[in-house]
């Protein structure tokens, strides 16, 4: 057991080293939550293997666990310094999610695949993450029970940039969101100052499509 647990830790260092220092990722909290966050648990058995590689992997449900490039970029948009309340539209495997726990002080994650957030829900508790929050909905409505956020980040592609969630980031809040077809998107940061919201965009990217009332009608793929 101490030998694959020390197997894990060496592959997570490698993949800190080489995928995610060479391209930019310099905040210090992402680096040491993804050197301490088991990616493996989060992957099906059979892909234990590839848990640690340089792209996403599927997940079931026709959802995928993103790149650990991607979740480190999209993380580090975020700018946490540790204090902050974070939504996180689509759970999936709850990877990206255990992630944002170890930067941020509350996290509450939305998942619509009931299967999808009751198997992350589980994985999460059982690696002991206690500031997290779960949710079955339609997560382009956000979780406007909990809003204002400091910080929203949407894991799947949205046609346009959702209203609701932007309604709920607080005066100088971030929202990292994927904006595009059903193929590809850019991944864009939007600040809200006041009335005032501005975008940047960042990189392109693909993701799943975001499926909801404010976004996909249905997957477009």
């Known amino acids: 057991m101490s030998d694959t647990k020390d197997k894990c830790a ?3 260092e490698m993949m800190v080293a080489r995928q995610l220092i060479p391209r930019g990722i310099t905040d210090p909290r992402v680096l040491s939550a993804f050197r301490r966050v088991p990616r493996h648990r989060f ?3 059979q892909l234990n293997h590839s848990a640690y590689e ?8 026709g959802q995928t666990i993103s790149q650990p490039y991607m979740v480190a970029c999209m993380t580090q948009c975020l700018q946490l310094a540790g204090g902050e309340r974070v939504l ?4 999936g495997s709850g990877y990206q999610a255990a992630i944002l726990a170890e930067c ?5 994650t939305v998942e619509r695949v009931p299967a999808l957030a009751k198997k992350a829900e589980a994985i999460l508790g059982e690696l002991g993450y206690t500031n997290v929050r779960f949710l079955t909905a339609d997560g382009t409505e956000g979780w406007p029970e909990h809003a204002p956020y400091e910080g929203i980040i949407v ?4 046609p346009q940039i959702p209203k609701p969630l932007v309604e709920q980031l607080t005066p100088g809040g971030r929202l990292v969101i994927p904006v595009g077809g059903g193929w590809s998107q850019e991944l864009m940061v939007v600040r ?4 005032a919201v501005t975008e940047e965009p960042v990189c392109g990217c693909v993701f799943v499509p975001l499926v909801g009332k404010f976004g996909w009608k249905e997957d477009r793929r």
């Open 10 to 12: 060496a592959a997570r």
């Open 43 to 45: 992957v099906g058995g």
């Open 54 to 61: 340089d792209h996403p992997l599927p997940i079931g449900e």
């Open 88 to 91: 996180e539209i689509g759970t």
């Open 104 to 108: 941020a002080r509350e996290v509450y």
């Open 155 to 158: 894991t799947a592609g949205a």
């Open 192 to 195: 809200r100052e006041g009335d």
